[in-house]
């Protein structure tokens, strides 16, 4: 098995790809300044107390309140909330806890107004991403996640991840850990933890406490709804969670990426440092490497199965809908019973891959074609569980109902990815009215003289769909050869199977967009 990650940098944001086999996995896309990430840091304020829900609506800067029921206050709320008022107030410089500054913890079935008032500041942590209507999911239990350990402020406890069980290991890094962390800080020891030494789970500690340090450090400067501390970019977290010994490339196509990365690299595992590599191609990275064609046809309502069978995915605000059907796979096997767990049995590993891939969340229902013996759907859980093993989400798989229905949850903490996979005629906007198309190669070279002319451009590029490539590029004195020899500049043509067949974008020499006219 072998994992490879993608990273491409757009003009809005980075585009993530997760690879294992060469086959997509994982995919996000993640804006420039995005705000309201997971594991965030914000100074709110209390704008509303719901005793009914026993909750309160904090106001972190989304146009939404952000959602804190009282058991996410954590048990040690009264010395967090203590702490941020002393250090707004200048009484407090340092993130170190000492015992004057813990506080009583709470009653685990106690009322929110008893612990918080309205229009006091608190610091917070995003634990789900704003999603759909609702604001920002919020928590008091503070943790900062390094690579090997989760540190926890104002606790005082070492706990290990379950899926460490040998004996003398857990015994070893409990030891280490209690010897290693400072009075007052609680550590969760991660599953990557095992058989590490004492150097590298030392200075993963010393990181985590030094971003601990800087967060307190910010607060004694920060305004009501700033953000104190922000969790690292998509791309860094999942080196973070997963790199491991079966990662064999990191591939980005911008030397600033390339050297955040490496230097990323370096601290966590510098024995990987090598397999970071800068893309210099002409075509795009996502297009090199086919992952442009793997996005169009994993994103779509129907998802192809190896054996002929194929998923019909639905999405509601409610939950997520899959439907497995046979297809051409119905008269491969000997009877209908073979037949189904055929099918079922490769419509899990897909499923469970489509669930990471697009990140749904919440109750999935899943319609598997129907099975008669009760070893068979046994299995076929057993499957599902298996194949969902590596999720880095809680999920709970229940049995197959009587009617052949498998119900899944799985946490979700930010919105769902999602990707166009139908297209609206460029040319008709779904009108079914084609007017003119054929004079996009008009449209084209009208742009590119006013460009090469008038604005006095050099170096530009422009990307087309494949068709339109092959008509620009084809044969010795091809058209791209023709506007070279009438401009006396070289311009560049890059082949984009995102664009519609007469879609086209220009580019200047610093791969900045040139807004140009589509009109015929």
């Not at 917070?124 to 928590?139: D, F, H, M, W």
């Not at 340090?213 to 607060?219: F, G, M, R, Y």
């Amino acid at each position: 098995m072998s994992n490879e990650l993608v990273i491409s940098s757009t003009q809005k944001g980075d585009r993530i790809a997760l690879l294992q086999n060469k086959r997509l996995l994982e995919y996000h896309e993640e804006e420039l300044d995005s705000s309201f990430t997971v594991g965030d840091l914000y100074l709110g304020t209390v704008k509303k107390l719901s005793s009914g829900l026993n909750a309160a609506f904090v106001d972190v800067g989304h146009e939404k309140d952000g959602f804190l029921h009282y058991q996410d206050l954590g048990p040690n709320i009264n010395s967090l909330n203590k702490l941020v008022k002393d250090v707004i107030a200048k009484r407090v410089t340092t993130g170190r806890l000492n015992q004057n500054q813990l506080e009583p913890v709470i009653d685990k079935i106690g009322k929110i107004d008893k612990v918080l008032t309205k229009n006091a500041p608190i610091l917070v942590q995003i634990v789900k991403e704003p999603i759909s209507t609702k604001g920002p999911r919020l928590s008091c239990d503070i943790s900062i996640a390094g690579r090997y350990l989760v540190l926890v402020p104002f606790s005082d406890g070492v706990n290990l991840s379950k899926k460490i069980t040998d004996r003398a290991e857990r015994s070893r890094l409990m030891r280490l850990m209690s010897s290693l962390k400072p009075k007052n800080f609680g550590v969760i020891v991660r599953t990557v933890a095992q058989d590490k030494d004492v150097e590298e789970l030392d200075r993963d500690l010393q990181h985590s406490l030094a971003k601990w340090d800087q967060a307190i450090k910010s607060l004694s400067e920060a305004k009501p709804r700033d953000r104190i501390l922000g969790e690292m970019n998509r791309a860094s977290s999942i080196l973070r969670d997963m790199l491991n010994e079966s990662f064999e490339s990191i591939t980005v196509d911008t030397r600033e990426s390339f050297d955040e990365i490496r230097d990323y690299i370096h601290t966590i595992a510098p024995d990987k440092e090598k397999i970071v590599k800068l893309h210099t191609g002409k075509t795009k990275v996502f297009e090199a490497l086919g992952l442009e064609k793997q996005l169009k046809s994993l994103f779509g309502r129907s998802v192809s199965l190896p054996g002929g069978g194929y998923l019909i995915i639905e999405h509601t605000e409610a939950l997520h809908v899959i439907d497995v059907n046979s297809g051409n796979k119905s008269n491969s096997e000997e009877d209908q019973e073979a037949t189904a767990i055929s099918v079922n049995r490769e419509a899990a590993k897909e499923i469970a891959r489509q669930l990471r891939l697009r990140d749904m969340g919440g109750i999935i229902v899943i319609d598997f074609i129907d099975m008669k013996k009760a070893e068979n759907k046994k299995l076929l859980q057993d499957i599902m569980r298996d194949e969902m093993k590596p999720e880095r989400s809680k999920f709970t798989i229940l049995p197959l109902t009587k009617f052949g229905l498998m119900q899944i949850t799985r946490q979700r903490v930010r919105p769902e990815m999602n990707i166009v996979t139908r297209e609206v005629c460029p040319t008709c906007g779904g009108t079914g009215t084609i007017q003119a198309s054929v004079l996009v190669t008009d449209v084209i070279e009208n742009n590119l003289d006013y460009i090469l002319t008038k604005q006095n451009e050099r170096g530009i590029s422009i990307s087309m769909n494949p068709f339109l490539y092959a008509y620009y590029t084809k044969g010795i004195y091809s058209k791209q050869m023709q506007w070279y020899m009438k401009y006396k500049t070289w311009v560049k043509i890059v082949k984009d199977t995102s664009l519609g067949i007469v879609n086209f974008k220009f580019f200047n020499k610093s791969g900045e967009e040139i807004e140009v006219s589509n009109n015929t």
